[in-house]
């Protein structure tokens, strides 16, 4: 039961990290030169792609959490590893509700004028949320070997 718990854990977190890592570091770099200087497209892709992308990342996270509480029931020798990647865990949802809630609505509302700044913003909320999901999976490989 602990393998498979496991299993669907990791690869749960996987799908999140990677995920991230592809839309930061491939979609929106290639974006940014197919549109070059036409940001109104680039902004408007961007917006499609990102639609209705809320709800599947909090089934992710929910996923995640509820597998890594699943995982310290069955094992709590590390207790204090799981407690730590579920502080990073709870802290990159808290980004991606800003994100979700705040960001994307000012964003979408934004002038031509405040969009490059809402622009560089995500890149920022997206990489510190990248950041401390991977943190959190890296965790999860040291506790393997512990």
Partial sequence: MTAVLAIIHAGLAAA???GMAYSLFVIQPKLKRYFGPDAAGREALTTVIASGNRWK???LTVAIALSGVGLL???DEHWWIHAAKGLLLLMATGIFWYVSWRHWPARVF???AELPVLQRRL???ATTMLGL?????????LATHL
């Fill in 57 to 59: 990342v909090i089934g």
């Fill in 110 to 112: 934004a002038t031509a």
């Fill in 16 to 18: 999140w990290v990677g």
């Fill in 73 to 75: 029931v069955l094992d």
């Fill in 123 to 125: 890149i920022v909320l």
């Fill in 133 to 141: 999901a991977g943190l959190a999976f890296a965790l999860g490989v």
